[in-house]
Every structure is written in C-alpha cells, then in structure tokens.
C-alpha cells in the first residue's frame, strides 16, 4: 500500500491528511474511496480511524484520513471543534479526494466514528456527491445526546451552566470559556480503566483534552436527525454498542427511524463505543458484508 501525505484547502485554512492507495491499483483504474473521519477533537493516527482505514485499504478502496481544522497538526484554531465547520472541511475533502489518483470521483464514501459519525450522517444528507455513509456510535440530536449523558439533575445544571456561562464569558474578557473534556462528553472512570487494561488507547497523545464553550453549544445545536433522510436513495449503514457509555445507543436508533432506504442498522452487545479501537471482527464482517452489497470498491 503506498501512503503520501497531503494538504487540503478548506475555508482558507490547510488540513493534514494521508491518502493511501492499494498496491494492486493499475494505472487509468478508477476505484472506490472513503474519508475517513476522527472522532472528538481526536486525530488521523487515532485508533478508531487506522482500524477501518486499514479494512477498507484491504478491500481494495483509496482512503483519505485527515485532522478537522483545529485538531492535530491541521490549521486553525486549536480546540475550536464546531460541528458545521468540520461538515465544511468533509466537504472539501471530498472535492480534494475527487481529485487524486485512481479515484471514482462519483464514488466517494465517508466513514466516521462518535463526533466524526455524526458528522458523517450530517455531511452525507446535504452533499450529494458523498455516495455512501458509515457511521459509527454517531447521533443525531445534540440536546438529547446531552441529556443522555448529563443524567442526573445535577450534572445537567452543571454543562447547562456552561452554556450558560460562555457568551457571558466571551463579552467579558473577549476571549473564549475554555471548558475541559469530560465537562462535554463524560468518559466514565470503569471504562478508562478497562479500556487500559486491554491497552487501547482512547484517543491519540496530541488529542485535544480542552475546548471552549462554543464547542459544547455547536454539538448541542446539532441535529444530523433533520437530515439524515436526504441520504436516500444512496445507502447508509448505523453501527453502535448495545450498551454505548459515551453516546447514548438511542442516538443510533432515533437516526435509523429518520433515514430512508436503504439503510441498515446493526448493534453490537460484546463491544462499546470505540469498537473500531477494539479491532472487533463481528464488527468488520457486518462492514465487509455490506459493502460488498452497497458499496463494493470496484464496479
């Protein structure tokens, strides 16, 4: 497989990818391709991007993994993750991949997990030229996801505050609220600890551990529901953990009761939320399968 890194254009700013393309690609063949997304202010080198980039590289497809504007080694703000910039920068990526060696330009796929799931799902129901959609432990409305995992009364008042407190903030010392991560999205302690023990890493050492407030009120106001159903006719396939304990498992379920068809939903009762992380091979042969019905690399 070759891989050579890449500068994508987006909104005046330069994204750091890497595309890779399947040694058996022969010149003038036009293949398949993905993007494939990270997660909350996570990377390209995350887990839960190298274990379907890696999958798909073996089926046959070109992939493009990319740091969203803001994270990793991508220009922009550091930590400013808004959910409708990051739909812009997929979209550019989607006009550079078009562009590379070998691939289909009318076949151009996205995969995404948790934030990157999300925007996925949102990405792929206003832009047309996007052929296929994965999305995984993805939701689709940002207060209920918030109130799935802010449960208690007290713990609801508590993020609530900090939307409350950000423009407030932002008049007041003309800068930004800077909130840390689990203030936004909880990772409970037993599923860190798990998750070390088994040595997967959560999310890559340069990840992000701090955002501002207008992180929290742009996933609060995201509603990837309203648009999921403008994904049909092309396909979209919603994989989830039966039991996620980071985005609540309804968030799925609500996505799939608002697609059109074809759509597929498959939840998994022995992974969570970084099944991808997990290398999880009932996950990879739901994926493998469907892509071969919906989305094979070459036609």
């Keep these: 497989m070759a891989e050579y890194e890449v500068s994508i254009p987006s909104d005046g700013l330069e994204l750091s990818g890497v595309v890779s393309i399947p040694d058996d690609l022969k010149d003038g063949e036009l293949r ?18 190298m274990g379907p980039a890696k999958l798909l590289n073996a089926l046959g497809y070109i992939t493009l993994r990319f740091d969203m504007r803001g994270c990793g080694t991508s220009g922009g703000e550091r930590g400013r993750v808004i959910c409708l910039e990051q739909v812009a920068d997929t979209q550019n990526a989607v006009t550079f991949l078009a562009t590379q060696r070998g691939v289909d330009p ?28 994965i999305s995984n432990g993805g939701w689709g409305n940002g207060e209920r996801k918030f109130r799935g995992q802010h449960s208690t009364p007290d713990a609801w008042a508590r993020f609530m505050k900090i939307l409350e407190d950000g423009p407030k903030y932002r008049a007041a010392h003309g800068r930004s609220l800077m909130v840390p991560r689990d203030a936004i999205v909880p ?9 070390a023990k088994q040595e997967v890493k959560l999310w890559p050492a340069n990840a992000l551990q701090e955002f501002p407030a207008e992180t929290a009120q742009s996933m609060f106001d995201f509603m990837a529901d309203e648009v999921v159903g403008k994904i049909a006719p092309r396909p979209l396939l919603l994989l989830h953990s039966a039991s996620d304990s980071v985005t ?27 099944m991808f992380s997990e290398d999880n091979p009932r996950v990879w042969g739901v994926i493998r399968n469907w892509l071969k019905d919906y989305f094979p690399a070459v036609v």
């Design 32 to 49: 398949g391709a993905f993007l494939v997304l990270h997660g909350f202010g996570s990377t390209k080198e995350s887990g839960n991007v």
């Design 248 to 274: 609540p498992t309804e968030q799925s379920i609500s996505l799939f009761q608002h697609a059109g068809q074809p759509a597929e939903m498959h939840l998994f009762s022995d992974a969570d939320h970084w």
């Design 187 to 195: 990772v409970p302690v037993h599923v860190k600890d798990n998750m």
């Design 106 to 133: 009318k076949r151009i796929a996205v995969v995404g997990t948790s934030f990157g799931g999300a925007v996925a799902v949102y990405a792929g129901g206003v832009d047309e030229r996007i052929a296929a959609v």
